[in-house]
């Protein structure tokens, strides 16, 4: 648990002038997570040679389970958590582990490593968690059992106009599926997530598709993209409202140091990290020639300029049926 979580995800929200307070939460919250520290008997049942031991149930070879879209177009699914009703939760292949807001863990007795501090890093900035296990996750007949987590110990609230709102953010990160599936499948056409066990991923169904190679780093599915002569690699990102996303820095790279449509509004971008108004954080849209990516050539392409690590988010694989092939390694999008 003393991995660090890269939790690459952003969540845009429309604010009124009265913004948004960050901060870490209650004294009485963290005394209440400190209370829930894992005994010694929890301890004997969770661990393994010294190493949380995870087990997964699938109860069949394949697993779908309906896809619900936020506001922000990001894809949700229910879940099950220590056998309590569902409650909806992100599947974000942007973040390294699953991360549980503070409210949510002390509300479900999740039982938490106090002495564990997990350096999440996200979009906006890092900050320290409490590394916790998850005793038990339902998503539809797949039961998994003593997740590892991460405690977020911020909090982000505001108000539009007269009304007051908590942005707790509660997410399942890429290892859920990196380790016990051999696919995974976001049809957003369809809002369904389908996951695969055991059996290969059997290839696409439409006669229009495209793959591209990822490779895992920090515990996320990087792909290559390409603007003439420069080359990076991007997180595939489910977590992410957005759509093909660099820093000033490669967009400098590209030749686009200042120019672009500057983007501003009364909303502030909201995540681990911190929240940040489109203009404080630079925000511009840029139009670039020829960019190569995940098997495509677009002759011209829009790029968001933005904080963070490079990524493909949402709004761009919107529209395809995307399946990440864990065995091979490779990413598929279908038309």
Request: proline letters at 5%; one cysteine or more.
């Amino acid at each position: 648990m003393s991995r660090a979580a890269s939790c690459a995800f952003l969540t845009s929200l429309l604010l009124s002038a009265c913004g948004v307070h960050h901060g870490p939460v209650s004294g009485g919250t963290m005394r209440q997570l400190r209370e829930q520290a894992v005994t010694e008997t929890e301890a004997r049942r969770m661990l393994r040679g010294g190493h949380i031991d995870t087990r997964s149930t699938p109860g069949a070879t394949r697993v779908s389970v309906p896809m619900h879209r936020d506001n922000a177009g990001l894809p949700h699914i229910d879940v099950s958590l220590q056998g309590k009703r569902p409650t909806r939760m992100l599947l974000d292949t942007g973040a390294t582990l699953s991360v549980l807001a503070a409210a949510m863990a002390t509300k479900l007795d999740v039982a938490t490593i106090p002495n564990a501090s997990p350096q999440m890093q996200g979009v906006i900035g890092r900050e320290a968690g409490m590394g916790a296990i998850i005793e038990s996750l339902q998503i539809g007949t797949w039961r998994l059992e003593n997740l590892p987590c991460v405690v977020r110990l911020q909090r982000s609230s505001g108000g539009i106009e007269f009304l007051g709102a908590n942005f707790d953010i509660s997410l399942l990160g890429f290892h859920l599926v990196q380790k016990h599936c051999s696919y995974v499948t976001f049809d957003y056409p369809r809002r369904v997530i389908e996951f695969g066990f055991g059996g290969r991923f059997e290839g696409p169904k439409s006669r229009q598709h495209f793959k591209a190679p990822f490779v895992l780093k920090h515990g996320v599915p990087m792909v290559r993209l390409t603007v003439g002569k420069t080359s990076w690699e991007a997180i595939l990102d489910t977590g992410s409202a957005f759509g093909v996303e660099i820093d000033q820095k490669l967009a400098t790279r590209l030749g686009h140091e200042k120019d672009g449509l500057k983007v501003d509004g009364p909303f502030v971008m909201v995540g681990v990290g911190g929240a940040v108004s489109p203009r404080d954080a630079g925000v511009r849209i840029i139009t670039v020639n020829g960019l190569r990516m995940l098997g495509r050539e677009f002759p011209k392409a829009q790029l968001d300029v933005m904080p963070g690590p490079a990524r493909i988010g949402s709004f761009f694989l919107q529209k395809h049926r995307v399946t990440f092939d864990l065995r091979r390694s490779v990413a598929w999008l279908e038309q």
